[in-house]
């Protein structure tokens, strides 16, 4: 019975995880235009994606106007997968750098404009990882394949720890850069506006001496 009760709590665990990981969405693209999709991917993770374009016309083959240019790059530009004039295709590579990771979905321009239904589904992490092909390649039995994606998904959180607490430090001494720049600014500026009033008082009181006002 607890035996039973942890294989379920392991199951919750690792589906409530998973559904984190991986993004899978259906969206419209107008012909012309251009949908970017992020996602923050930690360096060294695995991540795989796949997309195709719905026949609108369901048993019929898919009209020549509905092509899709595809492109993924990394936060400093690197590209990591290029398709162009695709009807489907799919990605996967290891992040080598940290930070937000781009796919970009254009729609060749068409006269009159048509609207493109796209599936797009992006894996990172253990999401990535084909289970099933480990439980064939491995011959393990169903709970021995649980523990190891609990496993997984636990070293997968702890590195995912770890990497939030980075991007906090990050943040905090940007925080604290921004706020020493304000700092300063505001001294300049006070310093400014002391002078300009100076200068003020000096050519008053310069004007009223000529006038022998005062």
Same mark, same amino acid.
């Given at each position: ?65 509905? /092509? =899709?240019?595809?492109? #993924? *790059? %990394? ?11 695709? @009807?489907?295709? $799919? ?57 190891? /994606? =609990?496993?997984?998904? #636990? *070293? %997968? ?11 906090? @430090?990050?943040? $905090? ?42």
């Amino acid at each position: 019975m607890a035996i039973h009760r942890f294989t379920v709590a392991s199951f919750v665990l690792i589906l409530g995880f998973l559904s984190n990981a991986a993004q899978s969405l259906r969206f419209d693209l107008q012909s012309g235009h251009t949908k970017c999709i992020t996602e923050d991917i930690k360096s060294n993770s695995m991540t795989v994606g796949k997309y195709s374009i719905v026949n609108p016309t369901e048993g019929h083959p898919l009209p020549d106007s509905h /092509k =899709l240019t595809v492109r #993924v *790059t %990394s936060t400093y530009g690197t590209s990591y997968h290029y398709s162009d004039h695709v @009807e489907s295709g $799919q990605f996967a590579f290891q992040a080598v750098e940290a930070g937000d990771y781009m796919a970009c979905f254009w729609a060749a321009d068409h006269k009159p404009q048509i609207t493109v239904t796209v599936d797009f589904e992006w894996r990172t992490g253990v999401a990535a990882k084909d289970w099933t092909n480990v439980a064939k390649k491995d011959s393990v039995e169903a709970m021995e394949l649980e523990l190891k /994606k =609990l496993y997984e998904t #636990v *070293t %997968s959180i702890h590195d995912e720890m770890f990497y939030l607490r980075e991007r906090e @430090e990050e943040m $905090q001494e940007l925080n604290k850069t921004t706020n020493s720049r304000m700092a300063w600014l505001s001294f300049l500026s006070l310093l400014v506006c002391l002078s300009v009033a100076g200068l003020q008082l000096w050519h008053l009181k310069t004007f009223f001496e000529k006038k022998k006002l005062i």
